[in-house]
């Protein structure tokens, strides 16, 4: 987590140090306090100020902060321009360039833009994108993942930012994807909105097999189980593991939600027993 100072946080909100200690002196913008009486930020604060604050956030500019000097990023972070970011955020991808992707993905949330659409609208479709070049054999294996990484870092970053405060009583949802697939990234995002939402994931993560989940399952009794499938190399398997997940929740009494481009290949009963999602704003509708 990084903290930044009173004089970080002016250049972000584009005012005088002066009014930052101002806010803070009135409570207005959260802030923690060191023993020597310095004040210290995280972004979740200034988040939070912005949410109840929305005209302020027009000034925000955490691309300057970070030293980049972008006026075309600034300009399409500030609209919101997916379209127009969709290729300047996959050139940033495949040239590694963690520190721009990370302050793309940081800049949009500041600006009050939801996580769920930051990556239905751009980090996905730059993920397909990176998919179809590496299909194409535009790229090669390590230039995808390489890329792909990159975008894994910069959307655990943007996680690390994100204020949590689970909802009292709220059930666990518990989170995986299933034997032998190793694509993580879409948990990773179904995480991040769904605890932004106030309830707490258990994500076991990638190929995760289901005849290994009882005992979690007695020890931290879910609500609800999503499954990603992204990538399905066995069908038989993954039916298999599916059948076995539905008897399990049948006797726990715990609803499957199910997501991602593999859902096609499981078996229809599944699709229709589960809850679909199509998107990662679905998530927000569980
Ligand atoms: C990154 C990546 C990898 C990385 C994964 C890194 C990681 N830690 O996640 C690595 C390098 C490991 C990898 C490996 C492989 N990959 Co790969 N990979 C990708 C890539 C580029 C992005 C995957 C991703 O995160 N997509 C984002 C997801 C979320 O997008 P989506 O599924 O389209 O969108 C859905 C979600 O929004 C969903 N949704 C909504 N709510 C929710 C909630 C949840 C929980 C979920 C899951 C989804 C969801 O609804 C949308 C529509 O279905 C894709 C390209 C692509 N088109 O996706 C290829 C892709 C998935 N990979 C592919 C392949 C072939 C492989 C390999 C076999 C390559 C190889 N020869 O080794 C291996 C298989 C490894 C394995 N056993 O799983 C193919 C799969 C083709 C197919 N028909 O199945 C793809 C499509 C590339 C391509 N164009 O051919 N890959």
């Not at 902060?65 to 300009?75: A, C, H, M, P």
């Not at 930051?118 to 294996?141: C, E, F, N, T």
């Not at 995480?191 to 939402?197: F, G, M, P, S, T």
């Not at 290994?212 to 399952?217: A, G, N």
Request: glycine fraction near 6%; proline fraction near 3%; include cysteine.
């Amino acid at each position: 987590m990084k903290y930044l100072t009173s004089k970080e946080v002016a250049i972000l909100m584009g005012v005088n140090v002066s009014t930052i200690k101002r806010w803070t002196d009135d409570g207005k913008l959260p802030c923690y306090q060191t023993p020597g009486g310095h004040r210290k930020f995280i972004l979740s604060h200034i988040n939070e100020f912005l949410s109840k604050n929305k005209k302020k956030s027009r000034k925000v500019n955490v691309i300057e902060l970070e030293g980049i000097k972008d006026r075309k990023l600034i300009q399409y972070i500030d609209h919101g321009a997916y379209q127009k970011l969709i290729p300047v955020f996959l050139d940033h991808a495949i040239n590694a360039d963690s520190n721009r992707l990370k302050t793309t993905l940081i800049g949009l949330y500041m600006k009050q833009y939801p996580v769920y659409e930051i990556y239905d609208s751009l980090v996905l479709p730059v993920l397909r994108l990176i998919g179809d070049k590496w299909a194409d054999d535009k790229i090669s294996i390590a230039e995808e993942h390489l890329a792909s990484n990159t975008i894994r870092n910069a959307v655990n970053a943007l996680g690390e930012s994100l204020q949590r405060q689970y909802l009292k009583g709220q059930g666990y949802t518990l989170c995986l994807a299933l034997s032998g697939d190793q694509h993580d990234l879409p948990l990773i995002m179904a995480k991040q909105v769904l605890e932004l939402q106030g309830i707490p994931v258990l994500n076991c993560g990638r190929d995760t097999p289901v005849e290994s989940l009882k005992t979690l399952l007695k020890k931290f009794k879910p609500d609800r189980i999503i499954v990603s499938l992204t990538y399905i190399e066995d069908r038989k398997l993954a039916n298999r593991e599916m059948n076995e997940l539905f008897k399990i929740a049948s006797e726990l009494k715990v609803k499957i939600g199910i997501g991602g481009q593999g859902i096609h290949h499981i078996s229809g009963k599944h699709r229709k027993n589960a809850q679909l999602l199509k998107s990662i704003r679905d998530i927000t509708q569980i």
